[in-house]
């Protein structure tokens, strides 16, 4: 029996440790090059020395969207639990509506303005119809469009409100993929609206224990943490990983059959430069992540606030700051648009991170780089090429969430040869 392919993996996020366990259950020598002194899957943080910890960010999932994460996870054996959420809509520092997800509570709810409640319930019903019977018109898709229609075409199409789509729709999928209202507009409304026909009606879920996860997901894989890798070069005899670690004097070149580089887009395209006229057409946004001790407490065994502040400025689109009163008695800020120069609330903890910012031309850009087409040589690369492979959050025909991750480091693991335990759960062309 030849022996199986050796694999690189550059990072340890989500993506890069699901594709890790596919591949090392299936016997490859799997290892995972990460620069910090830790896995980057089970992130936590906490405002103080003595205050509790909390995962950053929270990875919550719901529904059939999440088919491939969930098959993982029943396969594990790994627990979760409901999450239950008190919405509240927030116009700078002023509250206009508030809802509870699931409407598991709904007497709360009469506080808002009869009228108010009447115009929401009629758009929402009205949104969640057109997403079933009117789908958005999505190129190389099963429609056969030959257009891609971005979530601000699609409201026009169906006549979907502004007002509706900014103070209600918006904030709550900002909330989700942690990006402004003008980017969100711009995404595929395809994305947004298979996100919602696959959540519909399902509770919020997460993980009870992230570091157990992240532990099962690397046994027996080899980490190699302070690992800067600085370049990822096919050679004549395989893939060559270029790197330095400690303090960074030392550098290091090791040789795999196969690389799955899990990073951002961006750095890829620096690690990879084969790949960079394609990572340099993709949008990235930052975010930021600031937790503090909170002065609200939350009841336990009650809902989970989630405060949706939005603010307008003259010079850019609405942004919305998710504000999750966490039942640990911390506050945890969740603001797209920033950057790491931008000081946050005294005395938190900060953490910046990169977030994909999909559109119908990096759709369309994707599909040939990931598609079963062959239509990604024209780009001089395609996913797999040099047996060199991409996985992450925007390497998916969908919202960049832990699904995307998933699906993409489990087809990656199984293109180089892992066989899974189920089969892949494929909603979308790639």
């Given at each position: 029996?030849?022996?199986k392919?050796?694999?690189a ?10 594709a ?7 016997g490859?020598e ?9 896995l980057t ?6 405002a ?32 979760t ?22 409407f ?45 229609e ?13 007002r ?9 999928f900002?909330?989700v ?6 980017d ?19 509770h919020?879920?997460?993980v ?20 800067k ?35 951002s ?24 992540i600031s937790?503090t ?11 989970e ?13 609405p ?15 969740v ?6 120069a ?14 994909p ?23 001089g ?30 087809e ?10 189920f ?8």
């Open positions: 029996m030849d022996p392919p050796s694999v993996i550059i990072g340890s996020g989500p993506a890069a440790l699901f890790a366990w596919a591949l090392r259950s299936s490859h799997v290892t995972v090059f990460e620069q910090h002194d830790h899957l089970a992130r936590q943080a906490s103080s020395e003595g205050t509790p910890r909390v995962d950053i960010p929270m990875r919550t999932f719901s529904g059939a969207y999440y088919a491939n994460l969930f098959r993982v996870l029943n396969h594990l054996g790994i627990a639990r409901v999450h239950r959420f008190h919405y509240r809509f927030l116009q700078g520092m002023a509250e206009y509506f508030q809802f509870f997800s699931n598991h509570r709904i007497i709360p709810c009469l506080s808002n303005s009869f009228w108010i409640n009447l115009y929401v319930l009629a758009c929402y019903v009205w949104y969640t119809m057109a997403v079933f019977v009117v789908p958005p018109r999505i190129k190389n898709g099963s429609s056969g469009s030959e257009e891609t971005t979530l601000d075409q699609y409201a026009k199409r169906i006549r979907l409100p502004d509706f789509l900014d103070w209600y729709l918006l904030p709550l900002a909330s993929a942690t990006c402004s209202h003008g969100l507009r711009q995404c595929p409304a395809a994305y947004i609206a298979d996100y919602r026909r696959r959540t519909f009606a399902a919020h879920r997460t009870s224990d992230m570091h157990v996860l992240q532990t099962l997901l690397t046994r027996n894989v080899t980490i190699v943490l302070q690992a890798v600085e370049r990822v070069q096919p050679g004549i005899e395989g893939v060559e990983i270029h790197f330095t670690t400690g303090d960074g004097d030392k550098h290091q070149i090791r040789i795999f059959d196969r690389a799955i580089i899990a990073t887009a961006k750095q890829a395209g620096e690690l990879f430069p084969t790949i960079r006229s394609i990572t340099s057409r993709l949008s990235e946004g930052r975010v930021r937790v001790e909170s002065s609200h407490r939350a009841n336990a065994g009650r809902s606030t989630l405060v949706l502040m939005t603010q307008v400025e003259d010079t850019s689109s942004v919305t700051h998710a504000i999750h009163h966490h039942p640990s008695g911390l506050d945890v800020v603001s797209p648009g920033f950057h790491d931008e000081k946050g609330p005294a005395g938190a903890e900060l953490i910046y991170l990169n977030r910012l999909p559109t119908s031309e990096s759709h369309d850009l994707l599909y040939e780089v990931f598609g079963t087409a062959s239509k990604g040589r024209k780009l690369w395609k996913n797999g090429d040099y047996g060199i492979y991409l996985a992450g959050g925007y390497a998916s025909a969908s919202l960049p969430l832990l699904e995307a991750c998933v699906r993409s480091a489990l990656a693991a199984v293109a180089i040869g892992a066989d899974l335990p089969e892949i759960v494929k909603h979308t062309s790639f």
